[in-house]
């Protein structure tokens, strides 16, 4: 199987996953869930702790990363790579519309205002934090993998998983988000971002010039 129908199989996975998460949050599947990830996070909150993820979620914010996809795919686009440049800007902007959409479709409330370490007004399914940070590492990856040595591809990774890990968890803990919320967005990131790189990945077999034929002896 051809590299973009790969791509493109596992992409359908991850958002047929994602949608079936968003479908069973938002009719009460995961309540159990969503209410005892809520219950952990209130009971570990400290003064201190609260400051410390306050400013971990600002910096892992959707803006922060449309911000890192953009500066990348600039830094791509100067060095010649415009393919690459066109899908992580491409792929960013477009799952900001997604998550949106579906947020103000489903219109679910947030937690409680009394559970909450600060305000936030819109929608809460899925978590634009999470879908934006799991999308703009995720095609990061697939950028930069096939130019990385082992163990940049180890460094990369672990990035691209502890980041969106830690930025969804923030959302949780401070009561802005059910778990539910952010699951979906992960999974809607991540399926995103690999739709995306079917469609680049299919794009370059299409435009890849044919292999000179061989010469006649």
Known sequence: MRRWRRTAVVAVLLLVAAGVLIGVAYTGGLTGEDTSALTGATEVRTGALNSAVVVLTEIGNTAASAVLAVVVGGV????GRRADAVYLIATMATASLVFTII?????RPRPPADLRVIEASNESLPSGHATMSAVVLASIVIV?????AALGRTVLTAVAVLWPAAIGATRIYLG????SDVL??????????F???????????????????????
């Open 76 to 79: 791509l686009w100067w060095r």
């Open 176 to 179: 802005v988000h059910w778990f």
């Open 103 to 107: 947020k103000r479709i489903l219109d």
């Open 144 to 148: 930069f993998w096939p130019q990385l």
């Open 195 to 217: 739709l995306g790189a079917a469609v680049l990945f299919r794009w370059r077999a299409r435009t890849r010039p044919a292999p000179d034929p061989v010469a006649a002896p």
């Open 184 to 193: 979906a967005g992960w999974t809607l990131g991540l399926g995103w971002a």
